[in-house]
């Protein structure tokens, strides 16, 4: 296989994940598969002669490190990384505590940010490679009860946009996936935590969010599966999207978010423009 590549893959295990490491085994390429606990992510996918599993907890920087030493001693390259692991804590701002607030951004930010800085030297060497991370139309747009997650999310879309700008001179791209409601494992109980501190005043509305978080597992629209061969698509791309748009609900809330841009970068369009320094009539430096 004459463009066959090699895959890191986290949270590999289960959900979106074990569908790209699939789909990409499929396909032809190499995967190093990891996750937290490796014999999970090996009984999911099964034996296969290109798939090498390795334990990483996203959080730890020496693992990342150890992940990244490992698929190239085996394969003797990386060409995609794929960011996916991560975690859900569900709550009014209020009553998310610090701790639930840092372990959020530990795994959904920090997390990625210590698999590709392992993987970025590899990459440089190579002078090419792609960095997919998978963000979320909480990337896009926050939402009530969702404070944590998107700033966590938020976070990746500016850093991924930074990063592209610095490692583009090397080769390598980066790739921002925002997927809509995908029927993974994101809302079960494995991964979504919720605020532990009630109160009393966001007590009803916080049943009503309960309820819905709860009853949407399952009932996602979208499908992983597709999910999964859509990302192989657009990856073997001769120049990759910087951000892909996964289902039509996530591509009607970017038509949204830019719609409401618009109008907000026209709604004090004079006032705004009318901030610059005047020079003509600065005194500041007069004796």
């Known amino acids: 296989m004459a463009n066959k590549q090699v895959w890191l893959i986290t949270g590999a295990g289960r959900g979106l994940g074990l569908y790209i490491a699939q789909a990409a085994l499929a396909a032809g390429h190499a995967v190093v598969a990891t996750g937290r606990n490796p014999d ?3 009984q999911a996918l099964g034996p296969a002669d290109d798939l090498l599993v390795v334990k990483l907890d996203i959080t730890s920087a020496a693992d990342a490190e150890a992940a990244v030493k490992v698929a190239v001693d085996r394969f003797g390259r990386l060409d995609v990384l794929v960011n996916n692991a991560a975690n859900f804590y569900a709550g009014f701002f209020e009553e998310l505590t610090p701790e639930q607030m840092n372990q959020q951004l530990a795994t959904s930010l920090i997390g990625p940010m210590n698999v590709t800085r392992a993987a970025l030297p590899v990459l440089r060497q190579q002078r090419a490679g792609l960095v997919m991370t998978i963000s979320s139309t909480a990337g896009l747009v926050g939402f009530e009860f969702g404070t944590a997650y998107a700033a966590s999310k938020f976070g990746l879309e500016g850093w991924m946009q930074s990063l ?8 390598i791209t980066t790739m921002v996936v925002n997927p809509g409601f995908f029927r993974t494992e994101l809302l079960t109980e494995e991964s979504t935590h919720f605020a532990d501190q009630p ?4 007590d009803e509305r916080r049943e009503a969010q309960m309820q819905f978080w ?13 999910l999964a061969q859509a990302l192989l698509t657009v990856a073997q791309e001769p120049t ?30 004079e006032l705004s423009s009318s901030l610059a320094f005047d020079e003509a009539n600065d005194t500041s430096h007069e004796n």
């Open 40 to 42: 999970k992510v090996a």
């Open 240 to 269: 990759p999207p910087r951000r892909f748009l996964a289902g039509a609900d996530a591509v009607a809330t970017a038509e949204q978010v830019a719609s409401e841009l618009l109008q907000q970068a026209n709604a004090y369009r």
């Open 164 to 171: 592209q700008a610095e490692v583009a001179p090397f080769g």
């Open 214 to 226: 709860k009853g949407a597992n399952g009932q996602q629209p979208g499908d992983p599966a597709k």
């Open 199 to 202: 109160i009393t005043d966001y």
